[in-house]
């Protein structure tokens, strides 16, 4: 329930904090709607809170402190060792959506890298991916034709992606997408660092019939330069349980189904 008369400053500062568990980043204006307070005493706020290590500044608004509002590294070998449990049981409930005969593509990235591992068993499947660690583990999975989209190499992600790449989708009916994404949120959507990784992800949006992002939820809360998609284009987001429950509801009112993974131990 909301307060019906003015907060104290501690009672704010808690406020603010609850907002930012289930928004991830909110913007100064936000935060002067819902505190019923001035542009300055919020910046007060968000300083005081700042100064104890809760909160970070972020151009125009604001965003908690912690693993869960830092993007990931952006070069592959960092990346790998980050939340593998997370990973492993995302992957495991992402390829129980991929029958015989489908057409998959697997974006780049080491979550949806690790959807190839269970894959076994499927037949007549074809998988697309502009991932090229993901090529290389799919030559061990029988049954299973490999395509991949071409295009601008960058070296740092193990990955390709532009309009080449782009060309190539817009060919391909897809069935699933898997989406992967360093940052995203309610507020903000998918995003991504670069635009020519925003084209190949919308391309595959468009050229798919069921759109499924693969994200753990210490990505939760941040977000990049550019918006690839709010999250009601989605169909799916398959995270881990450490997402607030009432940030997933949020997702679900939005006509997003979440589904809730609890992670694996190495085996």
Same mark, same amino acid.
């Given at each position: 329930?909301?307060?019906?008369?003015?907060?104290?400053?501690?009672?704010?500062?808690?406020?603010?904090?609850?907002?930012?568990?289930?928004?991830?980043?909110?913007?100064?204006?936000?935060?002067?709607?819902?505190?019923?307070?001035?542009?300055?005493?919020?910046?007060?706020?968000?300083?005081?809170?700042?100064?104890?290590?809760?909160?970070?500044?972020?151009?125009?608004?604001?965003?908690?402190?912690?693993?869960?509002?830092?993007?990931?590294?952006?070069?592959?070998?960092?990346?790998?060792?980050?939340?593998?449990?997370?990973?492993?049981?995302?992957?495991?409930?992402?390829?129980?959506?991929?029958?015989?005969?489908?057409?998959?593509?697997?974006?780049?990235?080491?979550?949806?890298?690790?959807?190839?591992?269970?894959?076994?068993?499927?037949?007549?499947?074809?998988?697309?991916?502009?991932?090229?660690? #993901?090529?290389?583990?799919?030559?061990?999975?029988?049954?299973?034709?490999?395509?991949?989209?071409?295009?601008?190499?960058?070296?740092?992600?193990?990955?390709?992606?532009?309009?080449?790449?782009?060309?190539?989708?817009?060919?391909?009916?897809?069935?699933?997408?898997?989406?992967?994404?360093?940052?995203?949120?309610?507020?903000?959507?998918?995003?991504?660092?670069?635009?020519?990784?925003?084209?190949?992800?919308?391309?595959?949006? #468009?050229?798919?019939?069921?759109?499924?992002?693969?994200?753990?939820?210490?990505?939760?809360?941040?977000?990049?330069?550019?918006?690839?998609?709010?999250?009601?284009?989605?169909?799916?987001?398959?995270?881990?349980?450490?997402?607030?429950?009432?940030?997933?509801?949020?997702?679900?009112?939005?006509?997003?189904?979440?589904?809730?993974?609890?992670?694996?131990?190495?085996?």
């Amino acid at each position: 329930m909301e307060s019906t008369g003015p907060l104290i400053p501690e009672q704010r500062h808690q406020r603010v904090l609850q907002l930012l568990r289930r928004d991830g980043v909110l913007s100064t204006r936000a935060l002067t709607d819902h505190l019923g307070v001035s542009h300055m005493t919020v910046r007060r706020d968000i300083a005081t809170l700042e100064a104890s290590g809760q909160v970070v500044s972020v151009q125009g608004g604001v965003r908690l402190a912690g693993t869960a509002g830092q993007v990931p590294p952006q070069e592959r070998r960092q990346r790998a060792v980050l939340e593998l449990p997370r990973k492993r049981a995302i992957a495991a409930a992402a390829a129980e959506l991929v029958t015989d005969g489908m057409v998959v593509y697997l974006d780049a990235g080491t979550t949806c890298e690790s959807v190839v591992a269970y894959l076994a068993g499927r037949r007549d499947l074809t998988v697309v991916t502009n991932d090229f660690y #993901a090529v290389t583990a799919l030559f061990d999975v029988p049954d299973i034709e490999v395509i991949h989209t071409g295009g601008a190499v960058d070296k740092e992600s193990a990955s390709s992606s532009g309009r080449l790449a782009a060309a190539t989708l817009s060919a391909i009916n897809l069935d699933l997408f898997f989406l992967s994404t360093g940052a995203w949120s309610v507020s903000r959507g998918v995003s991504a660092p670069t635009l020519d990784k925003v084209d190949l992800k919308r391309a595959a949006i #468009a050229s798919a019939t069921t759109t499924v992002l693969l994200a753990d939820s210490t990505k939760y809360g941040t977000a990049s330069k550019f918006q690839v998609a709010p999250l009601d284009q989605l169909d799916l987001i398959i995270t881990d349980t450490e997402l607030p429950e009432d940030t997933a509801k949020r997702i679900e009112e939005l006509g997003v189904e979440v589904r809730l993974t609890s992670p694996l131990s190495p085996n």
